[in-house]
């Protein structure tokens, strides 16, 4: 089932370092709101004496994505709506919605690829706000290298983690620029993407994160070119979206909207100063590579409101559109409704829309 999260398997030896519950309570922070900073949700309702214990699973070990979450628990926005939130990093990142579906974990966040390809296999799982408005995949290569644009890679050697996910995504960039996948050699180079690329082994790979991948290669003094997989006609879709089951929906439509309602207030809070939501994330988890993530948020964090009205938005054409895609590529079988697949009503209300 898994098609974006086994990009994520190779690091569980990192994962374990940090694996578990994780806690901590707030301190103030100093807030100086940029121009895309999210605007402010629906008052929160009464707090609750006795609060609910909820828990999400994480997509991949503590990185700047989750810093939203951390700061809606350390400035005490859970707590006002009557949640005590754990964070856990799933053994194995693939088993993210199962845990979801069986009521593991309350919560957890995945690829908006898996959730479609779980509903397709039956499993229970719906989208409640989208964390990452586009994709984060790209290829990548060195501005040495003179590659511009996808027809510049017909002739290499392009590295890959081996997934047909990734080979999909080539193929169409290719195609919208006059080429095929036939035009290349795919080198299954693992997920040791930046060191084959550096090392000369190929000449561009697909699978990287332009967030993330592409601050390793400049802190080695090169500096990367990115073809963005959305601007070379890919659908456009979300990167990463936070999930829960149909049941709690069913059950515990109230703490579902509490939940969002809290997690909107935390990221606007990492939105406002992200050297505090930085600062954090490496607070309660010492592993972090603070300089990569010091970077890192500065160009994700535009990703979260990106082109949409309120955080957490969702676009039914994205899921239609995606899921089309999907199909004809050969990744998605089965009669799947994209609409099913999410849900907007607890953004909505969050934000005091309806």
């Known amino acids: 089932m898994a098609w974006r999260s086994t990009r994520r398997t190779f690091l569980a030896a990192a994962a374990a ?31 609750t004496p006795q609060r609910e214990s909820v828990s999400v699973a994480l997509d991949w070990y503590p990185w700047s994505n989750h810093t939203g979450l951390l ?15 754990t ?17 593991r974990n309350t919560f957890g966040i995945s690829y908006q690829t898996d959730v479609l390809l779980a509903r397709a296999e039956g499993i229970p799982v719906v989208s409640i706000a989208a964390l990452v408005q586009h994709p984060l995949n790209s290829v990548m290569g060195l ?15 392009i590295g890959y983690p081996g997934l047909p996910s990734d080979e999909a995504l080539l193929a169409t960039m290719l195609e919208t620029d006059g080429a095929r996948l036939e035009d290349v050699t795919l080198v ?37 070119v990115i073809l963005r997989v959305e601007q070379w ?24 909207q509490r939940f969002v309602r809290g ?11 992200l050297d505090a939501a930085v600062a954090l994330l490496v607070r309660e988890y010492p592993e972090t590579n603070e300089a990569l993530e010091k970077q890192g948020i500065r160009l994700l964090a535009p990703l979260w409101t990106e082109g949409v009205p309120i955080f957490g938005w969702q676009e039914e054409k994205r899921w239609t559109d995606y899921a089309a895609w999907m199909r004809e590529r050969g990744l998605l079988e089965g009669d799947v409704d994209a609409r099913a697949a999410f849900t907007n009503r607890f953004v909505e209300r969050a934000r005091g829309l309806t």
């Open 263 to 273: 997690m909107i207030r935390g990221y606007q809070d990492a939105a406002a100063d």
């Open 71 to 85: 700061m809606a628990r350390h400035n005490g926005h859970f707590q006002a709506e009557g949640l005590d939130v």
């Open 143 to 157: 501005e040495r290298s003179g590659i511009r644009r996808p027809r510049d890679l017909v002739g290499k050697k």
């Open 87 to 103: 964070l856990e990093v799933p053994a194995n990142p693939e088993d993210v919605l199962k845990l979801v579906a069986t009521g």
């Open 233 to 256: 006609g890919v659908p456009d879709f979300y990167e990463l979206v936070m999930v829960t089951s149909e049941q709690e929906l069913r059950e515990h439509e109230d703490r579902v």
């Open 17 to 47: 370092l940090v694996a578990g519950a994780c806690t901590g309570e707030g301190a103030s922070r100093n807030a100086t709101a940029p121009a895309a900073t999210p605007t402010s949700p629906a008052a929160p309702a009464t707090p």
């Open 188 to 224: 299954n180079v693992g997920f040791e993407l930046v060191r084959a690329l550096l090392s000369g082994q190929v000449d561009a790979v697909i699978g990287a994160y332009w967030v993330h991948e592409s601050i390793l290669i400049e802190q080695q003094g090169e500096k990367p």
